[in-house]
């Protein structure tokens, strides 16, 4: 495990996929997806591409160890863990969108294998005849048996149905002569199994090096000369920007600051170009778990980074040539869900005509349709926007701070995967491809209702706190000032 700043050992994405390494059958898979729950839970997995190879992972092992015999129970296996990771992470779009993906993939396999089995069977049909000289074990000549199948009067013991179902056939056996053993996994379905981990691992392989593919593009979409503004110091764009930079791109950068919440990181990683030692102010990368730095490359490589207060986006957004975002995911209908202040950015590029473009790999694609935009905005603490000790103006006002920002699909110009260019016209296709109807919706609807009633409720309850709280608070301070009156006079 990797050590905190108390000397304590905290677990992350890397000692989990370590931990992966010991599953060897049901019962020890059961224990890893309990472990990835609590990870998920208490956020020491977060960020999309980490939680999306922890599910991969973990996806990968359930389908080598699960005992299934048909495509079915594989397909309820992984639909039961994949509804217990949302359920414990349902923010976390990634980890639905990796679940659809793996189940695609299955149907998809046992569909393929499906048409071979009605192919083969086509070309070459089987004839009466020649099924009893295939069956071994009968004790019959091949001349004996065409004899026995072509008599009109010949004795039912000596028919097919009758063989098959052989009355001293033991129950280990299968009715022919030849012994079978309990679950054994038949030739067709360990085919069928290869096929599933070999998609699985390039799912993986797709996850890993999703980033690099984004970058590839970078050639062909930043100009030397541009002014581009961004926020949230994502790897994702800084691997987009060095890869501009190695083809004599050069271009200026303009971070927004996005306070309250990230501001502190922000400062520590754009503003300061030395290495980041404070675990909360940096970056971890997905897949090492390790601190990495964000302004200290683009420097090395001639990018000239600028940090920017939020409110001056707006005056600045004349002269930026594009806009460049890192959502934490695309929905169904082209929207994004990003980092709090993404939006305010988007509808200031909208105004002066900023063509505005999304770095998203395809894991962060999701078929899920925003019916409920409210549901998707993930609300911070007031405290970083507003103090406790304005007592006075905490009874007075209502304070807000969004965490994830959603950014309606009209102010999205361009959405770059690690496939290419695509634009939101054609999003749709793109989820087609990769995700299945059948797939769309993991979690019992009743379940999720149940739910959303009881997170309505503790809403109404902590708004009448509240509102108690400004009451008692206004009293105390009313009455404050009427004692001080009394004192005076």
Request: proline content about 6%.
């Amino acid at each position: 495990m990797a050590p905190a700043e108390d000397g304590s050992y905290v677990p992350n994405l890397s000692t989990y996929l370590r931990s992966l390494e010991q599953v060897e059958d049901h019962q020890t898979a059961e224990h890893a997806i309990e472990i990835c729950m609590s990870l998920l839970k208490r956020r020491q997995i977060s960020h999309s591409r980490a939680s999306a190879i922890a599910i991969i992972s973990l996806l990968t092992k359930v389908v080598q160890v699960h005992p299934w015999t048909n495509v079915d129970s594989l397909i309820a296996r992984v639909r039961d863990v994949g509804a217990r990771l949302i359920a414990a992470q349902p923010r976390e779009v990634a980890v639905g969108n990796v679940v659809r993906r793996v189940l695609a993939l299955i149907r998809e396999e046992a569909e393929e294998d499906r048409s071979r089995t009605q192919e083969a069977a086509q070309k070459s049909p089987a004839k009466p005849k020649e099924l009893l000289r295939l069956i071994p074990g009968l004790g019959f000549s091949n001349q004996r048996a065409s004899t026995t199948y072509k008599s009109p009067h010949a004795p039912v013991s000596c028919t097919m149905f009758n063989l098959l179902a052989h009355p001293d056939a033991s129950p280990g056996s299968s009715g022919l002569g030849t012994p079978v053993k309990k679950n054994k996994e038949s030739p067709t379905s360990a085919l069928i199994r290869a096929d599933i981990l070999e998609g699985l691992s390039e799912i993986a392989d797709e996850l890993s090096q999703a980033s690099d593919q984004i970058a590839s593009y970078a050639v062909d979409h930043i100009h030397p000369g541009e002014i581009i503004m961004t926020c949230g110091a994502s790897i994702t764009v800084q691997k987009y920007f060095l890869e501009a930079a190695k083809n004599r791109r050069r271009f200026v950068v303009i971070h927004a600051e996005t306070h309250p919440n990230d501001s502190r990181k922000i400062h520590h990683l754009v503003s300061h170009s030395s290495k980041v030692k404070n675990k909360a102010a940096g970056v971890i990368d997905a897949e090492s778990g390790k601190i990495t730095e964000w302004v200290r490359p683009l420097s090395e490589a001639g990018i000239k980074v600028i940090l920017v207060p939020d409110a001056a986006v707006f005056a600045l957004m004349a002269r930026i040539d594009k806009v460049i975002l890192s959502p934490v995911a695309v929905l169904a209908n082209g929207g994004l869900v990003a980092g709090g202040g993404t939006r305010t950015i988007a509808i200031a590029a909208q105004d002066h005509h900023v063509p505005v473009m999304a770095l998203a790999p395809t894991y962060k694609l999701s078929p899920v349709f925003p019916y409920d935009e409210r549901a998707l905005v993930q609300w911070g603490s007031s405290m970083k926007v507003l103090p406790y000790e304005d007592v006075e103006a905490m009874t007075k006002l209502r304070v807000l701070n969004p965490l994830l920002d959603y950014v309606e699909p009209a102010l999205i110009d361009l959405f770059m995967t690690n496939i290419g260019g695509i634009p939101p016209s054609y999003l749709h296709k793109v989820l087609e491809d990769n995700y299945r109807v059948a797939d769309l919706v993991l979690l019992d609807p009743k379940a999720e209702k149940r739910k959303e009633e009881r997170r309505e409720l503790t809403l109404r309850n902590k708004e009448q706190a509240r509102e108690k709280l400004k009451g008692e608070t206004k009293e105390r301070v009313e009455g404050q000032v009427e004692e001080q009156a009394g004192a005076v006079a």
